[in-house]
């Protein structure tokens, strides 16, 4: 138990649906992250919020909408996505943005398994 | 710029034997050093961590140590288990930077 809480778990969509990955952090952290996991791929950072506010957004295609309405949850929206976005999507968290102190560290969740038909 | 390069998997290993999965970095700064894992079918877990030059960061009978000459940091353990099956991540971070910078992950299969 990370503290970082990821629902759902699996997800199975079609191209032409529209549903949203949820993420909670219980650390009271001030940044929470969205990263793709793909096969045979490094970890793929997609969008940083820090204090509520997007500070990156590693050009991410428009069919993902992260959203983070508080310091403790964050949201992709998903929408008419490709089967090529089939992948493990982890959310993560830290007390500060990376390098902001020494040795801040990350935390992640346990992932939401996603799969596009 | 910031980059990481781990040793390229699949590690396949026998119970009980000695475990060496290499990393090493290239950093403009001086960066925080970090190990990952990631169990079957579940989200990232850090495994142990190093701030500055020198520090071993350990864990759960693993250990690595911060090589500023080598500019390396390289994940040990002596007697590997069944439940060490995992891939690992190497990864840094350093004041300045806006991302943690991750490995391609290895992937370690201790077999009985």
């Known amino acids: 138990e990370t503290g970082v809480t990821q629902t759902p778990r699996h997800l199975v969509m079609g191209m032409t649906n529209k549903k949203s990955l949820k993420c909670e952090q219980h650390?009271?952290?001030?940044?929470m992250y969205w990263y793709k996991q793909s096969a045979k791929k490094p970890l793929e950072l997609m969008f940083v919020?820090?204090?509520?506010?997007r500070v990156e957004n590693n050009s991410v295609p428009s069919r993902f909408s992260p959203e983070c309405p508080n310091s403790s949850h964050l949201f992709l929206h998903l929408h008419t996505l490709q089967p090529e976005d089939s992948a493990l999507y982890l959310c993560?968290?830290?007390?500060?943005?990376w390098g902001a102190g020494v040795g801040n560290t990350i935390y992640f969740g346990e992932g939401s398994w996603l799969t596009v038909v | 710029g910031n980059s990481v390069t781990q040793m390229e998997g699949p590690v396949t290993l026998s119970e009980e034997a000695f475990l060496t999965i290499n990393c090493t970095y290239t950093?403009?700064?001086?960066?925080?050093l970090f190990w990952y894992v990631q169990y079957p079918g579940e989200g990232l877990q850090l495994l142990l961590k190093?701030?500055?030059?020198?520090d071993k960061g350990s864990n759960k009978g693993f250990e690595a140590t911060y090589r500023k000459e080598t500019t390396s940091f390289h994940l040990e353990k002596g007697s590997v288990q069944v439940s060490d099956s995992a891939v690992y991540f190497c990864?840094?971070?350093?004041?300045?930077?806006?991302?943690?910078?991750f490995g391609t992950g290895t992937r370690l299969t201790v077999i009985p």
């Open positions: 993560a968290s830290s007390q500060d943005l």
């Open positions: 950093a403009t700064g001086y960066p925080s």
């Open positions: 190093a701030t500055k030059a020198d």
């Open positions: 990864a840094l971070t350093q004041t300045g930077a806006n991302n943690l910078f």
């Open positions: 650390l009271g952290h001030n940044a």
């Open positions: 919020y820090s204090l509520e506010e």
